[in-house]
């Protein structure tokens, strides 16, 4: 059993930066591959960023690339996400999720794939 407990969410201004925490318990982390997801009012939850079990291979949505950046700490059991040049677009309740079966590419948007998931933390941007 793993638990996932997000943290860092705000209200930033666009243009800014923001990082979240995943701290993740359990000693069986580094066998999970783990992903976030954001879900923005009205609309459907969607992929963000996904990292593979050793951290050394990384998938972003489109719409995130060059502005997201996920890591992950081993030692600390906690994924991140750092955000910068936020839009208002990017106002959601994000989620980190783990999954036991590997992921490659495109699979990292499935949801149904992912075993644990967290409560969510509420990003805001303004105008």
């Known amino acids: 059993q793993v638990q996932l407990v997000e943290s860092g969410g705000g209200l930033v201004q666009a243009g800014g930066s923001l990082k979240l925490s995943c701290a993740a318990s359990g000693r069986t982390f580094g066998s999970y591959a783990m992903s976030w997801f954001r879900q923005a009012p009205g609309k459907e939850r969607e992929f963000v960023a996904g990292l593979n079990r050793k951290g050394g291979a990384t998938y972003y949505a489109h719409s995130v690339k060059d502005r997201f950046t996920i890591s992950r700490d081993s030692a600390k059991n906690t994924v991140y996400l750092q955000m910068s040049s936020l839009k208002p677009e990017d106002t959601a309740v994000y989620y980190c999720?783990?999954?036991?079966?590997?992921?490659?590419?495109?699979?990292?948007?499935?949801?149904?794939?992912?075993?644990?998931w967290g409560q969510g933390t509420q990003v805001t941007v303004s105008s």
């Open positions: 999720a783990a999954r036991g079966r590997p992921a490659y590419g495109g699979s990292y948007r499935f949801q149904s794939e992912y075993d644990y």
